[in-house]
């Protein structure tokens, strides 16, 4: 039994719970959230898809991009050194993958490509599952 683990892959990070998450959950306005909460990449990613269903996408970029900002201070905080998974399935690792997600929907729609690869890249390289949770590929 080894006491170490994969050294040539980095360990999963898993961020911590976001408060903020509990206020959505609550039904509390994604607004009200984010100005209350501005680190949290979840309350940015809701008023993203919220801008992307109203087919505002230049207001959907502004939000996602502030929610994955926002997401990865808090990787790094977190001991994420720019690559490495970033687990879907831990569900506070979430708002900033949805951030990522509606990042690369906005950019598409307003016809960014690379900026479209790039985070298409981010999100699987971060974790397969979550492009597919996204609705995305």
């Known amino acids: 039994m080894s006491l170490h683990g994969n050294l040539l ?3 999963d990070t898993r961020l911590p719970v976001d408060p ?6 609550a039904g509390k306005d994604p607004s009200e959230v ?15 898809e919220r801008a992307l269903d109203a087919g505002e996408s230049v207001a ?15 990787l790094r905080r977190n001991g994420w050194k720019g690559f490495g998974p970033v687990p879907w399935s831990h569900e506070p690792n979430q708002g900033f993958l949805r951030s990522c997600g509606a990042l ?6 307003i016809g960014e490509a690379p900026e479209v690869e790039r985070l298409r ?3 699987n390289d971060s974790d ?4 597919a949770a996204l609705g995305v590929s």
């Open 9 to 11: 892959e980095p360990d």
């Open 128 to 131: 397969p599952e979550a492009l």
């Open 60 to 74: 959907a970029y502004a939000y996602a991009r502030t929610g994955y900002h926002r997401g990865l201070d808090q």
């Open 121 to 123: 890249t981010l999100i």
């Open 104 to 109: 690369l929907r906005a950019a598409a729609a």
């Open 34 to 48: 984010a100005a209350g909460s501005p680190s949290s990449s979840i309350a940015w990613a809701v008023l993203a």
């Open 20 to 25: 903020a998450a509990a206020d959505l959950t």
